[in-house]
């Protein structure tokens, strides 16, 4: 029974660059977690995102224009930015506001020159993405402040929980003009850790050597640096996902969190058992097919089927590594045939004409490998893929008698890749094993989602939910998730490691196999939001006192 106290708030606003607008993992934790805090407080939390999609069709969003049609007016007059306002198309339903923040670009220096003289803010130094975050941040702020005078929240407890440092300007925006909102500041990862393990540096043996502003500086990383640090500095509540995260920022951004909030899901996503033996069905022969009509080969239909998933962080998430451990399983001769897929968007022409024209044929079909049959797209500059690039140093031929075949699939699978045309989650089911090695990672969503999935795991002791699965999972012969140790320096250890997981399960029998996705399944359900909203709704209490 999750249990509301009378320290929580009357309103939430919650912003995200991901709210209505799929990019990463933030989009599942905030589109999961939504019904719950729906049902907690009905229709008093609104989510604010971006209106990247403007004239287009946004799946993920239901416009009604009766909706706070008034204030929409009163608010396009006043700052002429133009909002739409409807709900989130998720379980829960939730009411969403999507800001157009690109006219903002016109007070961009005198609001940078307000976050300098006010917080120390240079954001002079930001690139990439930085504009466009901090525009988003002020128009979020803006709307926030806007409907709290217009629903007049003046005595009301009113929450504004604010999501990584892109939306850090509209935490101080809110400190500086409307203090009576209590800001919660949740960082997902911090922007120099991650920055720092992504330029291939020891962040964990030198962990207490390392001083955040210093980094900021030689990794060009310090718009981006300084605006999270005042953010957590300056929030009400300051959160992270794990205690790993806990423990960097309080190293790199010198804040310890406040409340430790770890990242949550709903299992209404996963189809009961009768559907997901028929998705799985039709997932593993998709996978296959693609596999026999990529290489050539002919594939057992009891190969062991492996994934890993993720951004393209080639380093940080271990994907360089998920490709050694496989090399050493190639080298160890398995009896059973062993078909892994690397299943990370890249830059991509779209999927391979000749893959597509052997998928309309009959599968029975014998073809020949095509040229690097171990990709399903084209790349934009495939001489400088790095999944590619060792792929081939380690010689993956991908030849029929190659007892390992790697299959890398650099596109969305959002059911429209033009390959297997399943979305992620379906595909998914057809696994047998995954194996995320993440080198960083705060918390780990899709060891989680896998084995929500029923499909047991391989991570490391350097993700968040790694961590926590090992607290909870108990002792046990046959483990759902498996947690390997990593460090700066055992990159080849946890190769073998993984190598030796992967070979333990291709041995299970199909009782050993049962029991391990059934577990995995029980285990998922101690991290349901139910389990875990707690955290949130003491971080709540925490920044309105």
Known sequence: MINISKGTPDVIFEASWEVCNKVGGIYTVLSTKARTLQSLFPDRIIFIGPDVWHSQANPDFMEDDKLLWAWKKQFAEKEHLSVRVGHWNVPGKPVAVLVDFKPLYSRKNAFYFYMWENYGIDSTVGYGDYDDSCMFAYATALVIESLYHFLKLHKK?????????????????????????????????????????????????QFSHYNGDQMAIELNMVGKHQLEKQAAHHADCFTTVSAITGRECTQLLEK????????GFESDFVP????????????????????????????????????????????????????????????????????????VPAWTKGARKTLQHRAKNTH??????????????????????????????????????????????????????????????????????????????PWGYTP??????????????????????????????????????????????????????????????????????????ALSKKAEWEQFIEYYLQAYTLALK
């Not at 310890?256 to 990242?263: E, G, H, L, Q, S």
């Not at 940080?316 to 897929?341: H, M, T, W, Y």
């Not at 998914?428 to 995320?436: C, H, W, Y």
């Not at 055992?490 to 391990?516: G, M, P, R």
């Open 157 to 205: 407890q009113v929450i504004a929980h604010m999501n990584e440092w892109m939306l850090g300007m509209a935490v101080l925006y809110l400190h500086g003009r409307i203090p009576k909102i209590a800001t919660v500041f949740t960082t997902h990862a911090t922007s120099i850790g991650r920055s720092i393990c992504g330029n291939g540096k020891p962040l964990y043996g």
């Open 256 to 263: 310890t969190p406040d409340v430790i909030t770890p990242n």
């Open 272 to 343: 009961d058992a009768p559907l997901l033996d028929e998705k799985r069905r039709t997932a593993r022969e998709s996978l296959l097919r693609v596999a026999e009509e990529l290489t050539g080969a002919a594939i057992s239909d009891s190969a062991l089927l492996i994934a890993t998933s993720g951004r393209y962080e080639y380093h940080n998430k271990g994907l360089d590594l998920f490709i050694e451990s496989l090399f050493r399983v190639k080298q160890a001769k398995p009896d059973r045939d062993v078909v892994a897929f690397i299943l």
């Open 364 to 441: 029975s079909k014998k073809y020949a490998g095509l040229t690097n049959p171990f990709l399903t797209h084209d790349l934009m500059q495939p001489e400088q893929d790095e999944i590619c690039n060792y792929l081939r140093y380690l010689q993956f031929t991908n030849q029929d008698n190659d007892p390992v075949k790697i299959i890398f699939v650099p596109s969305y699978l959002d059911g429209q890749d033009g390959i297997f045309n399943i979305p992620y989650y379906d595909l998914l089911t057809g696994f047998d094993l995954t194996v995320f090695p993440s080198y960083y990672e």
């Open 448 to 521: 989680l989602e896998s084995i929500a999935f029923h499909i047991p795991t391989v991570t490391t002791n350097l993700a968040g939910f790694g961590v926590w699965a090992n607290s909870v999972a108990g002792a046990k012969h046959i483990l759902p998730v498996v947690v390997i140790r990593r460090d700066d320096n055992n990159y080849f250890d946890a190769a073998e490691a993984i190598k030796n997981a992967i070979l333990e399960y291709a041995q299970y029998d199909s009782e050993q196999v049962a029991t391990i996705r059934k577990a995995a399944s």
